[in-house]
């Protein structure tokens, strides 16, 4: 069982940045793919970017709207997921929810909501213009 919760998010203007943070429990993190993905309203939730899991390599994967733009990383020593997220637009507004799974993915299945079974509440993000 793993419990996640975001934090980090809040009110920046167009252009700025923001570190979200994920706290991982459990001691099996490092062997946990995970990814954020945001929901706007009124829209479904979308993939945002993914670490695998530790082991020969660990692979990140972004969508390609904030590629770029957005770093992911994980400190297993920490049981800790990062987000740095760096010139940010007005449509990057959305609740931001960090998602995990014990297994590891490749490209664009890494990209499918299902995989996650483990999810946070939210942090929201909201970037004005």
């Known amino acids: 069982q793993v419990q996640l919760v975001e934090s980090g998010g809040g009110l920046v203007q167009a252009g700025g940045s923001l570190n979200l943070s994920c706290a991982a429990s459990?001691?099996?993190?490092?062997?946990?793919?995970i990814g954020w993905f945001r929901q706007a309203p009124g829209k479904e939730r979308a993939f945002v970017t993914a670490?695998?899991?530790?082991?020969?390599?660990?692979?990140?994967y972004y969508a390609d709207s904030v590629k770029g733009r957005f770093t992911i990383s994980r400190e297993n020593a920490r049981n800790t997921l990062y987000l740095q997220m760096n010139s940010l637009k007005s449509e990057d507004t959305a609740v931001y929810y960090c998602?995990?799974?014990?297994?590891?993915?490749?490209?664009?299945?890494?990209?499918?909501?299902?995989?996650?079974?483990?999810w946070g509440q939210g942090t929201q993000v909201t970037v004005s213009s």
């Open positions: 998602a995990a799974f014990a297994g590891f993915c490749q490209a664009t299945s890494c990209r499918d909501r299902r995989l996650y079974n483990y």
């Open positions: 670490i695998t899991r530790s082991g020969a390599g660990t692979y990140t």
């Open positions: 459990g001691r099996t993190f490092a062997s946990h793919t």
